[in-house]
């Protein structure tokens, strides 16, 4: 087995980039249906979020050009995607994801959301059949070692998070927000949590705008605000000063004719646009508009940057955890890619044992159940001592470097890829 993730993230590519990149929750069964149809994948997970896009293969044989699947799926070019791509295989593949289930990838490092974008990548996945038995155990293991890393060390504690760095900007751009608006587009969760730090700093009420008109009702509940059509999203907005918008649409919904318009209405009192959205819901052109003020996820990230210094040590506490966690995994791997040697050892043994009893049961005559059992003790205790050394071997090499190399080798002495070669080529025959 074998663990390939290429990617891009929020250290890696400037949102314009990501933003190309992104797959929406409508298009991701059928784009993990296409990638694990694409040329040596066997099993594909697909993590897309506002601040990375990563996809995770066990892959066979040789191999799988992941960079090609990219190219193709999303029509851009080497030159495009080449500069801001990492690629990470085998244990490293497999740091790489526990390093993202524990949030210590994370634009804000400590927050809880990543964890549960992972888990919902890993559900459709599984829905679609391409996550199964390899990638399965990996991504088990994942919330595991998650589940651990915020138990055993303070990383997640006190979390700076773009809902209190969205406050602080707020604060920054009107002095106070006692009195303000805040105007929700879109019902995700990030959103909601943002919308909860603004009113908590004394925001006065909330609208709710969102294409599914029955959860815009139920958010806005939840902060007795006021929901919106989405229909009526462009006739209303200005009623918000501060706006947070996290759709999914495919391109912005918010331009700069927009902008003039909420000015005019406003009578030039400012605006503030916090745009989650990946791709952006809002046009950097709107930036360009005195009295409004747009800040994309990526400028979140620099705000967020100046917060998280305190945290490196927890930091560091959990990456040693996840060192172990790796090597446990790796370890565990090991161990089970020599138990089909060992299966297909001790059934070809079986098998030369018992033809050797039925070729000379002729010459030993009529036996008493009593020299049938001696026999039968006799002949097993034989192949188990022949096999006791080749089954030790292959144990003691799961936790070495060369465990393949033996397990070749045994395979080969006993002719055991021969013997699942005829037994393959004698089904295919029947069928055919």
Same mark, same amino acid.
């Given at each position: 087995?074998?663990?390939?993730? *290429? ?49 995770? !293969? ?49 634009? =804000? ?55 209190? =760095? ?24 990030? #959103? ?12 006065? #009420?909330?609208?709710? #705008? ?6 815009? *009702? ?33 391109? !912005? ?52 940057? #100046? ?44 098998? *030369? ?29 034989? =192949? ?49």
């Amino acid at each position: 087995m074998s663990f390939h993730l *290429i990617g891009v993230n929020h250290k890696s590519a400037p949102v314009e980039v990501r933003e190309r990149l992104a797959i929406s929750d409508s298009r991701l069964p059928d784009a993990l249906k296409r990638f694990t149809h694409h040329p040596g994948v066997d099993e594909g997970l697909i993590l897309s979020t506002c601040n990375r896009v990563e996809l995770l !293969a066990q892959t066979r044989n040789g191999g799988a050009d992941l960079r090609a699947f990219l190219r193709e799926y999303f029509q851009l070019d080497d030159s495009t995607l080449d500069p801001h791509l990492y690629e990470y295989r085998e244990q490293e593949a497999v740091r790489h994801l526990f390093r993202v289930a524990s949030s210590l990838d994370s634009m =804000v490092l400590g927050e809880a959301q990543i964890l549960g974008q992972v888990k919902e990548a890993y559900a459709t996945a599984r829905a679609v059949g391409a996550v199964q038995s390899q990638l399965d155990r990996l991504l088990t293991r994942a919330f595991v070692v998650a589940k651990r890393v915020r138990s055993e060390t303070a990383v997640g504690s006190s979390a700076v998070s773009v809902a209190s =760095v969205a406050v602080e900007l707020a604060k920054k751009i009107f002095g106070s927000l006692n009195g303000k608006h805040v105007y929700l587009v879109g019902a995700g969760k990030m #959103s909601e949590l943002a919308a909860r730090h603004l009113l908590a700093h004394g925001a006065e #009420s909330i609208f709710v #705008s969102n294409r599914t008109y029955d959860r815009a *009702i139920r958010l806005a509940h939840q902060f007795n605000g006021q929901a919106i059509e989405f229909s009526r999203l462009h006739d209303t907005c200005d009623r918000g000063d501060i706006v947070i918008t996290s759709t999914g649409s495919p391109h !912005a919904i918010f331009r700069r004719k927009h902008g003039e318009i909420f000015l005019s209405r406003r009578k030039n009192r400012p605006m503030f646009f916090i745009d989650i959205a990946v791709p952006r819901d809002v046009d950097p052109e709107m930036n360009k508009l005195d009295g409004i003020f747009v800040y994309d996820i990526d400028d979140l990230q620099q705000a967020v940057a #100046s917060h998280v210094a305190d945290r490196q040590k927890e930091a560091e506490l959990a990456d040693n955890i996840i060192n172990v966690e790796v090597e446990r995994f790796h370890a565990r791997l090991q161990a089970l890619e020599v138990v089909p040697t060992i299966v297909s050892l001790q059934d070809h043994l079986e098998t *030369i044992r018992q033809a050797e009893i039925d070729r000379v049961r002729g010459r030993l005559g009529p036996l008493s159940p009593e020299q049938e059992l001696a026999v039968d003790a006799l002949t097993r205790g034989i =192949v188990n001592k022949i096999m006791h050394t080749p089954i030790s071997t292959l144990k003691t090499a799961a936790r070495e470097s060369e465990a393949t190399t033996i397990i070749e080798v045994v395979r080969r002495l006993f002719n055991l890829e021969s013997k699942k070669a005829a037994k393959s080529g004698d089904g295919s025959g029947g069928r055919a």
